[in-house]
């Protein structure tokens, strides 16, 4: 059987070897054929200037006259050469979006000079060539056949899908094979983003060898520049082989890929099926649009109704109709991947412990080393993103707004709530397992959700701190290390043991408890039953007590659950009931059934379930905002200390005890070199044309969120990747980036008188700031930084480096985006502040030395001091501080130092570390000594 590519590789081979003969023609052929013609044209018995001049004076014969003409050819070649030199490098260096976008040499080519385009066109159509003999376009989406059969034409048929309303789930997309009759639905964990302005369907297509996204979005969506589209519909979505789709440029044969196919669109022929076997399409009636709402598992995604966006002729703005539903409560669930679902009451939770967890990360992180903060895991930044939205106000309904948001999930419960799952899309308390007798879950989802209550109640007690919490669980060395492992036996609201332990500590409770309702009986309100969703101001709290039921102690745990009650205890069992307890079957999705006859519910109750993986992500976590070090699954355990850091969330403003000293880093703004300077450490701020007073202070709080990203990202950004960040409503993502460039657009050429350009270049779906009109802050830092400590400058003097940094912080005027709650933005803060304190620390270790001068000790210190101002809460640079303080005698800036710091920390539940405040012995007993 011939393959269904062989054409096209021949073809692509013989344009490569015609392309290459026909460069090493050009390169090779052209000097040996002047060699040779004509030999060398430089004179043979010229040997000086002056003779060279006489011999030009002479009359001009054919001998001269071949020699010039040999002479321009000789350069002709050269000229020639170097471009081919040049376009070899563009090629090398273009390569993966030549990978993507076979087009980009065309325009290469089209933008050039005719005296250039000579070289291009042969080192890119060779180029062209040779990745079309790797990896060739597919002529169309046909399934192989087995030899001896004739190849079966495939028909892919879906049911219109109009961007839905919010309601449980979104309909099944069918995909036809014709002569097969089989079908597949769409994976409901997946769903695909509603349309943007029409109606949209879905189709799975299955890859086979040689496609590419391009290719596919070209074939299918009729627009090749729409594969992130594509990438972004399916790069979350886990394949038959347990692979996702990470990078663009792979896509394995036998994947399924969900394509968004608009109404309108225009894709290329495909082939027709066989008319016999071709099945009458569903139709739907353009008019009518079927309600559909998204499951909780699909987080923070929200859906509008088909045709809700529209964009206002005159200012560009999106219009929304009296169709869209803003009364709709958002979800209560987050879904985590295959086989995770999380609470917004626990990620609240998360989002708690990942202040802690930046804090922790950089507390003691030494300056020397280069390893960068490990990034979080993406199943915790996802239920950070939905938990950090659940929190934020409520945004008013806004006819200006230049972008439509995504409906944001329910609020969290209150702090020190535990939930265990989701009814009617509401949140169910710890409360319901409070059953007398005890709760027995049992099933294969029965390891999942109790993996996920235990992550509940360590989350709850992160929104508690430093405050005890209030919902406590005591498990079995044996089942905690199954479910959470790694863990230690007394960590924040988790106690491990051994099963008699564990009935001995549940019994100590319930005396306790017992105990501090009789000495509160005066009081009325201490004689109502507590709750976990108020828990009391005082007393012991609830106890949960996990366990598997043994023979030996199924008499004391029976006798303890007769005790279970809300607020008080909860015995709950996993596999083997107790006598007289509820049974819970628990199916992989986490659904709950009685089978045991018991009372259910009339809307099922779905309970959170976590898998392994998710489970250790979160362990590891919560760990390391304890200043406790996780087991690590990829880097080894550095044998350094916990490293240094600041608070992402402290606002960068000075003190009311700060020294009076002047210690703030000169701040004069750097001469500006380009129409337009954007300030994004500190305040977001614009300034155009070199002027003191900046401009577009007028401009939307959204707007100066989109210039940071992408002055964050100067190498671009895909526009799915920004409406991700920014939380755009997906039905109007497009239109509401559109609004953003216009803003953008307006405000900078009212101020630059710019026309020609656009201040946001644009390619495909790839956006970015301008490099020839708009420089930034950020880049001059990172510049500076670099120019600093770069590896050619190991022997520069010391006061180049103290010069470099000096510059570098005069661009640091506080941390990344100040001022904006954008939780996007914080890695880049602490990234920025990360190699702003390194710097000064190193500077700092040398001024500590004993050939440093005082004026390089006051100079560092005020670096010192500038960078504590903004970051009080760094324990090493307090650390430095106060050493230099007292280097020069400074006792009363020294003790400042140490007292702001142990101030913050105390906010953040925690102390200076013991070689901190060490530093405060010396300093008294030189002062006593002193009043001797």
Same mark, same amino acid.
């Given at each position: 059987?011939?393959?269904?590519?062989?054409?096209?590789?021949?073809?692509?081979?013989?344009?490569?070897?015609?392309?290459?003969?026909?460069?090493?023609?050009?390169?090779?052929?052209?000097?040996?054929?002047?060699?040779?013609?004509?030999?060398?044209?430089?004179?043979?018995?010229?040997?000086?200037?002056?003779?060279?001049?006489?011999?030009?004076?002479?009359?001009?014969?054919?001998?001269?006259?071949?020699?010039?003409?040999?002479?321009?050819?000789?350069?002709?070649?050269?000229?020639?050469?170097?471009?081919?030199?040049?376009?070899?490098?563009?090629?090398?260096?273009?390569?993966?979006?030549?990978?993507?976008?076979?087009?980009?040499?065309?325009?290469?080519?089209?933008?050039?000079?005719?005296?250039?385009?000579?070289?291009?066109?042969?080192?890119?159509?060779?180029?062209?060539?040779?990745?079309?003999?790797?990896?060739?376009?597919?002529?169309?989406?046909?399934?192989?056949?087995?030899?001896?059969?004739?190849?079966?034409?495939?028909?892919?048929?879906?049911?219109?899908?109009?961007?839905?309303?919010?309601?449980?789930?979104?309909?099944?997309?069918?995909?036809?094979?014709?002569?097969?009759?089989?079908?597949?639905?769409?994976?409901?964990?997946?769903?695909?983003?509603?349309?943007?302005?029409?109606?949209?369907?879905?189709?799975?297509?299955?890859?086979?060898?040689?496609?590419?996204?391009?290719?596919?979005?070209?074939?299918?969506?009729?627009?090749?520049?729409?594969?992130?589209?594509?990438?972004?519909?399916?790069?979350?979505?886990?394949?038959?082989?347990?692979?996702?789709?990470?990078?663009?440029?792979?896509?394995?044969?036998?994947?399924?890929?969900?394509?968004?196919?608009?109404?309108?669109?225009?894709?290329?022929?495909?082939?027709?099926?066989?008319?016999?076997?071709?099945?009458?399409?569903?139709?739907?009636?353009?008019?009518?649009?079927?309600?559909?709402?998204?499951?909780?598992?699909?987080?923070?995604?929200?859906?509008?109704?088909?045709?809700?966006?529209?964009?206002?002729?005159?200012?560009?703005?999106?219009?929304?109709?009296?169709?869209?539903?803003?009364?709709?409560?958002?979800?209560?669930?987050?879904?985590?991947?295959?086989?995770?679902?999380?609470?917004?009451?626990?990620?609240?939770?998360?989002?708690?412990?990942?202040?802690?967890?930046?804090?922790?990360?950089?507390?003691?992180?030494?300056?020397?080393?280069?390893?960068?903060?490990?990034?979080?895991?993406?199943?915790?930044?996802?239920?950070?993103?939905?938990?950090?939205?659940?929190?934020?106000?409520?945004?008013?309904?806004?006819?200006?707004?230049?972008?439509?948001?995504?409906?944001?999930?329910?609020?969290?419960?209150?702090?020190?709530?535990?939930?265990?799952?989701?009814?009617?899309?509401?949140?169910?308390?710890?409360?319901?397992?409070?059953?007398?007798?005890?709760?027995?879950?049992?099933?294969?989802?029965?390891?999942?959700?109790?993996?996920?209550?235990?992550?509940?109640?360590?989350?709850?007690?992160?929104?508690?701190?430093?405050?005890?919490?209030?919902?406590?669980?005591?498990?079995?060395?044996?089942?905690?290390?199954?479910?959470?492992?790694?863990?230690?036996?007394?960590?924040?609201?988790?106690?491990?043991?051994?099963?008699?332990?564990?009935?001995?500590?549940?019994?100590?409770?319930?005396?306790?408890?017992?105990?501090?309702?009789?000495?509160?009986?005066?009081?009325? *309100? %201490?004689?109502?039953?507590?709750?976990?969703?108020? #828990?009391?101001?005082?007393? +012991? !709290? $609830? @106890?949960?007590? &996990? =366990?598997?039921?043994? *023979? %030996?102690?199924?008499?004391?745990?029976?006798?303890? #659950?007769?005790?279970?009650? +809300? !607020? $008080? @205890?909860?015995? &709950? =069992?996993?596999?083997?009931?107790?006598?007289?307890?509820?049974?819970?079957?628990? #199916?992989?999705?986490?659904?709950?059934?009685?089978?045991?006859?018991?009372?259910?519910?009339?809307?099922?109750?779905?309970?959170?379930?976590?898998?392994?993986?998710?489970?250790?992500?979160?362990?590891?976590?919560?760990?390391?905002?304890?200043?406790?070090?996780?087991?690590?699954?990829?880097?080894?355990?550095?044998?350094?200390?916990?490293?240094?850091?600041?608070?992402?969330?402290?606002?960068?403003?000075?003190?009311?005890?700060?020294?009076?000293?002047?210690?703030?880093?000169?701040?004069?703004?750097?001469?500006?070199?380009?129409?337009?300077?954007?300030?994004?450490?500190?305040?977001?701020?614009?300034?155009?044309?070199?002027?003191?007073?900046?401009?577009?202070?007028?401009?939307?709080?959204?707007?100066?969120?989109?210039?940071?990203?992408?002055?964050?990202?100067?190498?671009?950004?895909?526009?799915?990747?920004?409406?991700?960040?920014?939380?755009?409503?997906?039905?109007?993502?497009?239109?509401?980036?559109?609004?953003?460039?216009?803003?953008?657009?307006?405000?900078?050429?009212?101020?630059?008188?710019?026309?020609?350009?656009?201040?946001?270049?644009?390619?495909?779906?790839?956006?970015?700031?301008?490099?020839?009109?708009?420089?930034?802050?950020?880049?001059?830092?990172?510049?500076?930084?670099?120019?600093?400590?770069?590896?050619?400058?190991?022997?520069?003097?010391?006061?180049?480096?103290?010069?470099?940094?000096?510059?570098?912080?005069?661009?640091?005027?506080?941390?990344?985006?100040?001022?904006?709650?954008?939780?996007?933005?914080?890695?880049?803060?602490?990234?920025?502040?990360?190699?702003?304190?390194?710097?000064?620390?190193?500077?700092?270790?040398?001024?500590?030395?004993?050939?440093?001068?005082?004026?390089?000790?006051?100079?560092?210190?005020?670096?010192?001091?500038?960078?504590?101002?903004?970051?009080?809460?760094?324990?090493?640079?307090?650390?430095?501080?106060?050493?230099?303080?007292?280097?020069?005698?400074?006792?009363?800036?020294?003790?400042?130092?140490?007292?702001?710091?142990?101030?913050?920390?105390?906010?953040?539940?925690?102390?200076?570390?013991?070689?901190?405040?060490?530093?405060?012995?010396?300093?008294?007993?030189?002062?006593?000594?002193?009043?001797?």
């Amino acid at each position: 059987m011939t393959h269904p590519y062989a054409p096209q590789r021949l073809t692509a081979a013989l344009t490569a070897g015609g392309t290459l003969a026909l460069t090493l023609a050009l390169l090779a052929g052209m000097p040996y054929v002047l060699w040779k013609a004509t030999g060398l044209p430089w004179p043979e018995h010229v040997s000086s200037l002056g003779e060279f001049g006489r011999r030009l004076m002479q009359p001009v014969g054919d001998p001269l006259m071949i020699d010039l003409l040999a002479v321009v050819g000789w350069v002709c070649w050269a000229a020639f050469a170097c471009t081919v030199v040049r376009e070899t490098c563009w090629y090398t260096t273009h390569l993966p979006q030549l990978l993507r976008d076979r087009h980009a040499h065309d325009e290469h080519v089209a933008a050039l000079s005719v005296k250039g385009s000579l070289a291009a066109l042969c080192i890119g159509t060779l180029v062209i060539a040779l990745i079309g003999l790797w990896r060739p376009q597919p002529v169309g989406a046909q399934q192989p056949s087995s030899p001896g059969e004739e190849r079966v034409r495939i028909a892919a048929t879906a049911t219109l899908l109009p961007a839905p309303v919010r309601q449980p789930t979104f309909p099944a997309v069918a995909v036809t094979v014709v002569a097969g009759a089989t079908s597949a639905g769409l994976d409901p964990e997946h769903p695909g983003p509603p349309g943007t302005a029409g109606e949209v369907r879905y189709i799975e297509y299955t890859v086979i060898e040689g496609d590419t996204l391009w290719d596919i979005a070209h074939t299918h969506m009729g627009d090749a520049l729409t594969w992130p589209r594509i990438y972004a519909l399916n790069k979350d979505r886990v394949q038959s082989d347990g692979a996702q789709l990470t990078d663009p440029d792979l896509i394995k044969p036998g994947w399924e890929l969900t394509i968004p196919v608009a109404q309108n669109a225009t894709p290329s022929p495909t082939p027709a099926p066989v008319p016999d076997a071709m099945p009458s399409p569903p139709s739907a009636p353009p008019t009518e649009t079927a309600p559909t709402q998204p499951t909780p598992d699909q987080g923070t995604d929200a859906s509008h109704e088909a045709g809700a966006c529209h964009v206002d002729a005159e200012s560009g703005r999106p219009a929304e109709t009296a169709a869209r539903k803003t009364d709709i409560p958002g979800p209560a669930a987050i879904g985590l991947g295959e086989a995770s679902l999380i609470g917004i009451t626990a990620a609240a939770g998360l989002l708690a412990a990942r202040r802690y967890w930046y804090w922790h990360q950089h507390r003691l992180r030494e300056p020397d080393r280069e390893t960068e903060v490990p990034a979080l895991s993406p199943l915790v930044d996802k239920a950070a993103q939905a938990a950090h939205a659940a929190t934020r106000p409520r945004r008013p309904q806004d006819p200006d707004a230049l972008v439509t948001y995504r409906t944001p999930p329910q609020k969290p419960r209150s702090a020190g709530t535990v939930t265990i799952g989701v009814r009617d899309n509401a949140e169910v308390s710890l409360d319901e397992l409070a059953l007398p007798g005890g709760c027995a879950w049992t099933g294969p989802g029965s390891e999942g959700a109790a993996r996920a209550l235990l992550a509940g109640i360590l989350t709850a007690a992160e929104r508690q701190r430093p405050g005890p919490p209030p919902v406590t669980v005591i498990v079995p060395e044996h089942l905690a290390e199954s479910l959470l492992p790694g863990l230690p036996a007394q960590f924040t609201a988790l106690a491990q043991s051994d099963t008699a332990e564990t009935i001995r500590a549940a019994e100590q409770h319930l005396v306790t408890h017992a105990r501090t309702q009789d000495e509160q009986d005066t009081d009325p *309100a %201490a004689t109502e039953p507590a709750s976990t969703n108020s #828990a009391p101001k005082t007393g +012991p !709290g $609830t @106890l949960v007590l &996990l =366990t598997v039921p043994d *023979a %030996a102690h199924t008499a004391q745990l029976q006798a303890l #659950a007769a005790c279970s009650r +809300p !607020g $008080t @205890l909860i015995i &709950l =069992t996993l596999g083997a009931p107790l006598p007289g307890a509820v049974l819970w079957h628990i #199916a992989d999705d986490g659904t709950t059934a009685h089978p045991d006859g018991h009372d259910q519910p009339s809307s099922p109750l779905r309970l959170f379930h976590l898998t392994p993986e998710a489970g250790r992500d979160m362990a590891e976590v919560l760990l390391t905002a304890h200043g406790q070090r996780p087991r690590q699954r990829i880097l080894p355990i550095p044998t350094s200390p916990p490293p240094d850091g600041e608070h992402p969330d402290i606002p960068a403003t000075p003190t009311a005890e700060a020294p009076a000293r002047p210690h703030a880093v000169e701040v004069s703004r750097p001469a500006q070199t380009k129409p337009v300077r954007l300030h994004v450490l500190g305040p977001i701020t614009l300034y155009a044309r070199g002027h003191q007073d900046p401009v577009g202070t007028n401009l939307r709080g959204e707007v100066h969120e989109f210039l940071a990203l992408l002055a964050a990202h100067p190498t671009g950004l895909l526009a799915s990747d920004i409406a991700d960040k920014l939380h755009l409503d997906p039905g109007c993502d497009h239109n509401a980036l559109k609004n953003l460039r216009r803003a953008v657009r307006r405000a900078l050429r009212a101020a630059t008188g710019i026309t020609a350009q656009e201040f946001i270049v644009l390619q495909g779906e790839l956006h970015k700031l301008h490099p020839e009109l708009v420089e930034t802050d950020l880049a001059d830092f990172a510049h500076c930084l670099k120019e600093a400590f770069s590896v050619s400058g190991v022997d520069k003097k010391e006061d180049d480096a103290l010069s470099a940094v000096r510059d570098a912080l005069a661009h640091y005027r506080g941390p990344f985006a100040q001022g904006g709650d954008y939780l996007w933005a914080d890695a880049i803060r602490e990234h920025c502040a990360v190699k702003a304190t390194d710097a000064v620390l190193r500077l700092a270790r040398q001024a500590e030395g004993a050939d440093a001068t005082s004026r390089e000790q006051d100079a560092v210190l005020t670096l010192l001091e500038h960078l504590s101002t903004i970051h009080p809460d760094h324990e090493r640079l307090a650390q430095h501080t106060i050493r230099l303080c007292q280097a020069a005698g400074r006792h009363d800036a020294a003790r400042h130092t140490y007292t702001r710091l142990r101030r913050h920390l105390a906010d953040l539940g925690l102390e200076p570390e013991p070689a901190t405040r060490s530093l405060s012995t010396p300093r008294r007993h030189v002062r006593q000594t002193g009043a001797l």
